[in-house]
């Protein structure tokens, strides 16, 4: 089975475009969650999908904004992006909505924002 | 809100020997989750264990172990036998029940030395 899939493994991106990244989750898995790692705040959840719906959202600005598909696949988008952006995006799935406790994570999205 | 603290940025163990990991977390939960999270350099979350808190008994997997005292709010990392393989950041996670995302901490660089 393959494992979640996150594309593009690396991205550069300049201060005030957007960005789109995608996570294609385990076959079978309906919830896939995104987390933002950087150095100083370490690791912090964005938002998680199941089933198309949003279930929680994390304390970030509205300029962050996700999306699910019915096929499970999810993408997030930043738009306006700020300096402070630049992060490794990972995305997480799990079976279904009560199985948080088995995530299994991407490799995740590097986005530098120059 | 939950926090969670790891207070060594940083450790190093000679290879084959026994290395321990501390974590302490702050909730007013009296049922929930622990768990330890592996990041290599290739950035891939995996989970190593988890531990559920109304289990009195300390979770293993083969040469992983935890030290869980649940009045003290500590859930500690024992790794025997290390090995190169296990060179990496080392996370530990909280969370609330299954239906709520995992609460971090910043990590501990673990490096095992040949």
């Known amino acids: 089975k393959a494992g979640v899939t996150q594309t593009p493994r690396y991205l550069i991106k300049t201060r005030g475009q957007q960005v789109t990244l995608s996570c294609s989750p385990i076959s079978g898995h309906r919830s896939v969650s995104w987390y933002q790692q950087t150095p100083g705040q370490g690791l912090q959840f964005l938002f998680e999908?199941?089933?198309?719906?949003?279930?929680n959202k994390g304390n970030f600005p509205g300029r962050f904004s996700g999306r699910q598909f019915s096929n499970s696949r999810s993408e997030m988008n930043v738009s306006t992006l700020e300096l402070g952006d630049s992060a490794l995006y990972l995305c997480?799935?799990?079976?279904?909505?009560?199985?948080?406790?088995?995530?299994?994570f991407g490799s995740g999205t590097q986005l530098s924002v120059l | 809100a939950q926090t969670v603290t790891q207070s060594q940025p940083e450790m190093s163990v000679q290879e084959a020997e026994t290395v321990t990991l501390s974590c302490t977390y702050d909730?007013?939960?009296?049922?929930?989750?622990l768990f330890w999270y592996k990041q290599p350099p290739s950035r891939q979350m995996i989970l190593v264990i988890r531990?559920?808190?109304?289990?009195?008994q300390n979770a293993t997997e083969n040469r992983f172990s935890v030290n869980f005292q649940k009045a003290a709010k500590s859930f500690s990392l024992k790794i025997s036998d290390s090995q190169l393989g296990d060179t990496a950041m080392y996370f530990c996670a909280f969370m609330k029940d299954r239906n709520t995302p995992l609460v971090f901490g910043k990590g501990t660089r673990l490096s095992v030395i040949a």
């Open positions: 999908y199941f089933s198309e719906t949003q279930r």
């Open positions: 997480a799935s799990s079976p279904d909505r009560t199985t948080n406790e088995k995530l299994f």
């Open positions: 531990q559920e808190a109304y289990k009195q």
């Open positions: 909730t007013s939960e009296s049922n929930y989750y």
